[in-house]
Structures are given as structure tokens and as C-alpha cells.
């Protein structure tokens, strides 16, 4: 019973588990990608016209990217009180709602309608805050794999919200909004005391690269079944019993990861940890507490400096050795310290850790941001128009291109990441170059949304769908190397601001008015139409997003351009940062 108590004990404290139930909360938590969905059900049910529609969608948007308060409250509060306020604020906001629409409870006015809207989506900030803050803090040496895995999950909550959905069978349409109230609260509930920091740097393993690519097959399973999926249900009258499998087979697939922590735990001989952190600290003496200011400042660089001085081949030693090699640089370094030898700096540089006030006057941090939003502002414009720019271009069914769209951006997150942590480890290059490719990609794709030739809408949606979703896995982990994992959940939730910012421009400025304009004008020459014809106007062809469409296409080169000049500016931090690992 022993062994087994200490075995269990290891699995509960395991960094994969930990991963693992991010992973899970991830995928039930990007329920903002679902109001494409619940919106039709909202417009029927309280007689909205597409204006109001529109207006709650701004809302959700804001609720979606606005995170201020879960970044700072990640800094003070444990995980588990922040999944805890996130699966409040998702229930009671999308209950509500779902309340009004199945007509339990009165409407409210349209103003009270986006604040509910906003409060329910803005949950979902303290799921990701959480998710990320705690994964980069157990994963230190691999944060473009774990943002980019984290972030893709998130983009497949829809596809797997709406096949649970469709094999209910509810004839309620409003029973959807009602799983986005209870599907993702209860799994928050329910993993809030597994997702915390679990001091994973001190849990490296040889087998970790084993387990990213693991997880990188499902991700590649995962999205190759939900394409085939998808089209066996378009194409052919699937019976219940079929739909029942197929959904099976989905859930198992998600749930597979676990099978990393308990293999690590329960079937594999026990492996010594590699890291420096894990020898420092079991060689500190008990009596040699040192003081809180030591404690906060010293160690964080003592570890840094014995990670680029330490010999490439210690790792290859035994235990023992290596905890004496460890022990002897550690002792060479506080005295260089104490000489003066080592410098402590009072104000951080890039690499440091940063507040999210010290990062704002930084020229980096905004230049992240403004080619976070040029980019990603852009192919938001796209995933939010796509009904209507497929409409236009004589599609009848626009699903298809919305699931499509998910699907290459959950791949573009897993990607993003995988790739730019092949740069990062391997070239000790800035992370902003496979950023700047991506943002060429989208380029090229919204080119060919301006072109309207046969077949561009799939490969339109295809480049802007990865070139979007590579954003949300490079960003992130560049800014908590750049400025710090201290205070990153503040950053991070800043630089989400950019996403709504950047789609108000793009569509609710520049899509919509020419969109507008060109249907006006087609109204207009139509016999019996014209500005007095009732209901909303439509556009039909390649016009309607013609000059947006390359608008968009330009401002990605200009994003390209500035991720261009991060990389400049940061190549010395990143052969810092790296070094020691090539």
C-alpha cells in the first residue's frame, strides 16, 4: 500500500496531469467561437434584426479578449478560486440567456442583453489565464508546444460542443446555448483543484520530446477526424447509432493524453529529473533559509547564470555527480556575487521579469501588439464575415466553411507552436519569424478572397485559418520569454485587447461600409429595389469584399513587416535565452 499511496501521490502532482486537465478545459472552453451557432437561435427567438445581432456580438468579443481583471486576479488568487469565478460568470451569464430565449424569464433591453453576453464570455478569460499561466510555469523550457497545444483545443470547443449536440437531437435549437452554460462550468468545476503549478521544471524527463509528439499525433487524429466527420454528415443520412459512435470515438481520442502521466507513473522506471532547479534545490541546507529579499532575487539569478555556465555533458552524469558538479558552480557563483561579479540590475531588461506597467513602455510590447493586431484582427474579420463572403461568392451551404475554418485554426496553433520552438531551441532565433510567415500566409489568402476565382474560397479559408490560429500559439510564448512568467497573465490578457480592436476596424469599419456600398448599388438597379426595399440588403459577387479583402491583405504585409523588426530587435535576447540548450 505504500508504494501504491506514493505512486498515487506522484500522479496528483505530475506537470502532464496538470497539462493533461488543461488540455481538457481548453477544449469545453473557447465558447466564443460558438456564437456563430447560437446567434440564429437569439435573433428568432427575441425578433432581432442583423444590426442588434451584430451589437451582441461586439459584446461577445469584448467579453472574449477583454481579461484585465482575470490577468491581475491570476497574480493573487490560486487557480482553483479563478476556474471557480470563470464557471460562475459562464453560467449565470449563458443560463440567463438561455432562460430569456426559451422564453422562463422576460427579455431584457438590448444594452442588458451585451452586458449579459459580455459577463458569460468574459469566463472564459479565467479559464485561459489559468490554463496558460499555469502550463508556462510547469513548462518553462517548452512554451511554444504547450501555448500552441492550449490555444488549439480552445479553437475545437465548437466542433465538439456542436457534435454532442448533435446527437441529443434536441428539438430546441435553444438547448445549445444551454450545454455552453453547464458543459463548460461543470468541467472547470471539476479539474479546479488538478490545474495549479506543480513545480514542473523540477520534472523534466528525457522522454518529454516523446511526449509532445504524442500529443502532436492526436492533435493531427483529431483534426483529420473531425474533417471526415464532418463531411460523412453532409453527405450522407447518418442513423443514431452511427452518430453515437462517431462521438465516441471523439471523446476517446480527447481523453487519450492521459495515458502520458500514467504511463510516466505507473510503467516506466523511475527517471531522474535533468534539471538544474530540481539539484539546487535538493542540495540547499535546511539551516540557510536566507532572507525574503534572497529568496526573491537571488536564486532566480543564480539558477539563470548555472543554466549557461553549466557543461553540456553534465546532464549525462550520474545523480550524485551531477549534484556536486551543480553544487560547486553554485558556490563560484554566489561568491562572484557577493564580489560583485555577478550584477544584480534593478531595472529588468528583455528576458526579465516585467509588470504589465513596465512592459507598456517598452517598444516591443508594442510593436507585439500592433502586428498582433494587424494580423489577427484581419482573420478575425474573415472567421466573422465568412457567412456572408461565402453567400457572396454563390455558396448556398456556409457551414462547411465555418468548421473548415476551425479546424485549420486549431492546426495553425498547434503548428505555430511546434515550429516555432524548432526555431527558437535549434536557431536560437527570435520566435517572430514564424510569425511573420504566417502573416504573409494570411496575406496571400485574403488575396484570393479578393480574386473570388474558382475553388479560392477553400484555399482563402485554409491560409487565413492557420495564419490566424499560428498567432495565438507565437505570441504568447514570446511575451513570457521577452518580459517574464511573473506577471504574464496581465500581459497576456492585454494583448487579447488587440483581437476586438482590431475587428472593429476591419469589420466594423472597413468589410461592412464597402459591403454596404456595394449593396446598395445592386439594390438599386434592380427593378422594384431600392433604399425603401424591406429586410436587409444583400451583395452578391466578388465585389462585396473586393477592396476590403485587399485592404486586409496589405495590412498583413505591414504586420509581417513589424514582426520582421521584433526579430531585429530581439535576436541578441533570444542567443541568450538559448544558448545553453542548442
Known amino acids: 500500500m505504500g508504494m501504491v499511496g506514493e505512486r498515487l501521490r506522484a500522479f ?35 425578433g432581432y434584426n442583423q444590426r442588434q445581432v451584430a451589437a451582441l456580438g461586439i459584446a461577445k468579443d469584448l467579453g472574449d479578449c477583454v481579461g484585465f481583471l482575470a490577468g491581475s486576479l491570476s497574480a493573487m488568487l490560486p487557480p482553483w478560486a479563478m476556474l471557480l469565478i470563470g464557471a460562475v460568470q459562464n453560467f449565470v451569464g449563458y443560463c440567463w440567456l ?26 472564459e478569460t479565467y479559464f485561459n489565464t489559468t490554463s496558460l499561466v499555469t502550463c508556462i510555469q510547469n ?7 504547450t501555448v500552441g497545444i492550449l490555444k488549439g483545443f480552445a479553437g475545437l470547443s465548437s466542433a465538439i460542443l456542436t457534435q454532442l449536440y448533435a446527437v441529443i437531437h434536441a428539438p430546441d435549437h435553444a438547448t445549445l446555448i444551454f450545454m455552453v452554460a453547464v458543459g463548460p462550468s461543470l468541467v472547470a468545476l471539476g479539474l479546479m483543484f488538478v490545474i495549479r503549478p506543480v513545480g514542473g521544471h523540477r520534472q523534466v524527463r528525457a522522454s518529454d520530446n516523446n511526449s509532445f509528439m504524442f500529443i502532436y499525433t492526436i492533435c493531427l487524429l483529431l483534426a483529420s477526424y473531425l474533417v471526415g466527420v464532418m463531411l460523412v454528415q453532409d453527405f ?113 531588461h528583455r528576458g526579465d521579469n516585467f509588470t504589465l506597467m513596465q512592459a507598456l513602455v517598452k517598444a516591443d510590447f508594442w510593436l507585439i501588439w500592433l502586428s498582433l493586431l494587424l494580423g489577427s484582427g484581419s482573420g478575425l474579420t ?50 517572430h519569424i514564424a510569425l511573420a510567415l504566417a502573416q504573409l500566409l494570411m496575406a496571400a489568402g485574403l488575396f484570393l478572397f479578393a480574386m473570388s476565382w474558382p475553388g479560392t474560397m477553400y484555399m482563402g479559408t ?12 507565437i505570441v504568447p510564448a514570446a511575451v513570457s520569454e521577452l518580459f517574464g512568467v511573473k506577471h504574464f497573465g496581465a500581459m497576456y490578457n492585454f494583448l ?32 422594384g429595389m431600392g433604399l425603401l426595399a424591406e429586410g436587409p440588403l444583400k451583395c452578391e459577387g466578388a465585389v462585396c469584399f473586393f477592396v476590403s479583402s485587399l485592404i486586409m491583405s496589405a495590412f498583413c504585409v505591414v504586420g509581417a513587416g513589424l514582426s520582421l523588426v521584433i526579430v531585429y530587435r530581439t535576436k541578441r535576447v533570444y542567443s541568450r535565452l538559448y544558448r545553453s540548450v542548442r
Open 12 to 46: 496528483s502532482t505530475n506537470r502532464w496531469l496538470v497539462f493533461v486537465a488543461a488540455m481538457w478545459l481548453q477544449s469545453m472552453a473557447g465558447i466564443g467561437y460558438l456564437f456563430g451557432a447560437i446567434s440564429p437561435v437569439v435573433k428568432d427567438a427575441l
Open 98 to 123: 438561455w432562460l430569456i430565449v426559451t422564453k422562463q424569464a422576460p427579455a431584457l433591453p438590448l444594452s442588458m442583453m451585451c452586458v449579459l453576453i459580455f459577463f458569460g464570455t468574459n469566463g
Open 139 to 145: 513548462f518553462p523550457k517548452s512554451r511554444g508546444p
Open 236 to 348: 450522407l443520412e447518418l442513423s443514431d447509432d452511427v452518430a453515437t459512435s462517431l462521438t465516441v470515438i471523439l471523446f476517446i481520442l480527447i481523453i487519450l493524453p492521459i495515458a502520458i502521466p500514467v504511463t510516466l507513473i505507473f510503467f516506466s522506471k523511475n527517471e531522474y529529473p535533468s534539471s538544474v532547479e530540481e539539484a539546487l534545490l535538493s542540495e540547499s541546507p535546511k539551516g540557510q533559509a536566507g532572507t525574503s529579499e534572497e529568496r526573491e532575487d537571488q536564486p532566480e539569478l543564480i539558477l539563470s547564470e548555472v543554466e549557461e555556465e553549466k557543461p553540456k555533458d553534465m546532464d549525462l552524469l550520474s545523480p550524485s555527480e551531477r549534484r556536486k558538479k551543480i553544487a560547486k558552480l553554485q558556490a563560484r557563483l554566489v561568491q562572484a556575487a557577493a564580489r560583485g561579479g555577478v550584477r544584480i540590475r534593478q531595472r529588468p
Open 382 to 431: 474573415v472567421i466573422d464575415n465568412l457567412g456572408q463572403m461565402s453567400q457572396a461568392a454563390g455558396y448556398i451551404d456556409v457551414h462547411n466553411f465555418v468548421s473548415l475554418t476551425s479546424i485549420w485554426n486549431f492546426l495553425g496553433r498547434v503548428g505555430g507552436g511546434y515550429f516555432s520552438e524548432i526555431i527558437v531551441r535549434e536557431r536560437t532565433y527570435p520566435r
Open 462 to 473: 485554409f491560409l487565413v485559418g492557420l495564419g490566424y490560429g499560428a498567432h495565438w500559439a
Open 496 to 527: 487579447t485587447v488587440a483581437n476586438p480592436t482590431g475587428s472593429l476596424i476591419f469589420s466594423g469599419l472597413i468589410a461592412s461600409t464597402f459591403y454596404d456600398y456595394e449593396a446598395e448599388k445592386q439594390a438599386q438597379m434592380l427593378p
